[in-house]
């Protein structure tokens, strides 16, 4: 199709549709367009940034008629941050986006339809939810400090200290290193020539607990480049709750933001929480559930699904600091748990010991690897009673990252032939992928329950149950 669209060109929109990323989709002469902010429901003028063959991108300048999901956001920055995507839809509006996102890429890349799913579980305030938030730091071009959060897929920093989905408190952790930082005339990281100190600011809340972390990640090798540090723990202790002030060390050239080592500047080198009535030890690497009330929800749903008696034998793969698996431990027999990140196995066997859970066992390594490898060995122990249950466990839980499992390891988990697979995805697209090969390998979805952990983005999770054919 040939437009007379141009760039720069203003055209009128009426929303119709949301794409993956939360952006609006309109039509003007049949030319689609995709606008950043706007909402299904809303007429809007829009201004066209970049066209191609048959879509273009374009830039929401004024809502001519606001949809009746529009509302006012809460955060000042929220159309600058690239932390929220929709931010400016009713939450239940947001819910019902998700909740048909899910079972579209259930039907549509997974194949399926005879399923149960659930009403999405949303949380009853949205907001100040988030346990851990990781701030960048910069300077504007008069060399003043800048903290705040990226702009939408740059580098660009948006000054903002309050942001309302997190913990109220990290407005005051980082104001007060700004002030020491400007004090001691310590340098914020320049990513574009590789220098200057301080990277990011790493905040970690206890939710229960009330305990606060703080990890100032520096490119520098030694915890000497903060000079007069007693100067920023003594002020971060004046506040209520402060547990931990860390400093992490990453001199790579790197979009990662935490490097491997981490030293105390004061106090302990964890923080600790609670799910239900396990408590866990956090370390500043550690992956952990970043919304603590909706992860009650989601363990709660996953422990019903793996549908646990005492007896059972239970892998948790993909485990972190052993979240899940210790939730399991105390309902089954016997819990291995596999993560990638040494340090989060640390705090997994850690977190064990000092909740007396002491059936759990943890592998370090990719669960692509490890699972067969000792599917492998096992399997020429089967006289061994324990080889045999190891290899052939009850129920598999998997809770990968949002690139999914390999399949290398969805085939093992087919030869181990548990009852029941209990699948928890923060990505639904993959998830659809990775169910589509487990139904046709021996395995009907039975259950489907989305659980939104991140309000104002586009992002959900899910918990899925599925049970092995006879
Ligand atoms: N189940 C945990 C963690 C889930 S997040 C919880 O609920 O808290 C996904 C975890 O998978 C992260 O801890 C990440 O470090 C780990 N991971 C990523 N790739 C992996 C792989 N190939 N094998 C094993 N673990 C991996």
Redesign the pocket.
Same mark, same amino acid.
């Given at each position: 199709m040939k437009s007379e669209f141009k760039k720069d060109d203003c055209v009128t929109l009426h929303i119709e549709d949301i794409g993956t990323g939360g952006e609006g989709i309109g039509k003007a002469d049949g030319f689609t367009f995709f606008v950043k902010d706007a909402i299904v429901g809303d007429v809007i003028e829009a201004k066209i940034m970049k066209l191609k063959k048959n879509y273009g991108y374009a830039r929401l300048m004024k809502v001519l008629t606001p949809s009746k999901d529009r509302v006012e956001p809460k955060c000042p920055v929220a159309r600058q941050c690239g932390g929220c995507q929709i931010q400016e839809m009713r939450y239940e509006a947001q819910l019902a986006f998700k909740q048909k996102m899910v079972q579209n890429n259930l039907e549509r890349i997974g194949g399926l339809s005879d399923f149960e799913m659930y009403p999405v579980i949303g949380m009853e305030t949205p907001y100040a939810y988030r346990n851990k938030a990781q701030f960048p730091v910069g300077e504007d071009k008069d060399g003043n400090i800048v903290i705040g959060f990226y702009a939408g897929r740059t580098h660009h920093i948006v000054e903002q200290t309050d942001c309302c989905i997190g913990a109220p408190e990290n407005g005051e952790v980082l104001r007060k290193v700004k002030a020491y930082m400007q004090k001691n005339q310590i340098r914020p990281y320049n990513e574009e020539h590789h220098s200057g100190i301080v990277r990011h600011i790493l905040i970690r809340t206890g939710y229960h607990t009330k305990e606060i972390m703080v990890c100032l990640i520096v490119n520098a090798a030694k915890a000497s480049c903060l000079k007069n540090a007693e100067q920023l723990t003594e002020s971060l202790r004046e506040m209520d709750g402060m547990t931990s002030v860390m400093v992490n060390f990453n001199t790579e050239k790197t979009n990662v933001i935490l490097g491997k080592k981490s030293e105390v500047l004061w106090g302990q080198p964890y923080i600790e929480d609670f799910i239900g009535d396990v408590k866990y030890q956090i370390s500043p690497q550690? !992956? !952990?559930?970043v919304n603590p009330m909706q992860?009650e929800k989601?363990?709660a749903k996953a422990l019903e699904y793996a549908g646990l008696t005492g007896n059972e034998t239970v892998w #948790?793969?993909? $485990? +972190? %600091? +052993?979240? %899940?698996?210790l939730f399991l431990a105390k309902n089954a027999r016997k819990v291995y748990g596999? &993560? %990638? @990140?040494p340090q989060?196995i640390e705090d997994a066997r850690n977190n064990a010991k000092r909740n007396g859970i002491d059936n759990a066992e943890f592998f370090v +390594?990719?669960?692509?690897?490890?699972v067969p490898a000792f599917y492998e060995k096992a399997l020429k122990q089967v006289q061994d009673s324990e080889a045999g249950k190891s290899i052939h466990p009850d129920v598999v @839980?998997v #809770? *990968? *990252?949002r690139k999914g499992c &390999?399949e290398i390891l969805l085939e093992t988990i087919v030869k181990m032939q548990p009852q029941r697979i209990v699948y @928890?995805s $923060?990505d639904s697209a993959t998830l659809a992928r990775d169910l589509k090969f487990l139904s046709a390998n021996g395995y009907a979805v039975k259950k489907v329950q989305p659980v939104d952990q991140f309000g104002h983005s586009v992002h959900i999770e899910t918990v899925v149950l599925l049970s092995q054919l006879k």
């Open positions: 550690s !992956f !952990f559930q992860t989601l363990y #948790d793969l993909y $485990c +972190g %600091i +052993g979240t %899940i698996s596999v &993560e %990638i @990140v989060a +390594g990719k669960a692509e690897e490890v @839980v #809770d *990968p *990252p &390999e @928890v $923060c």
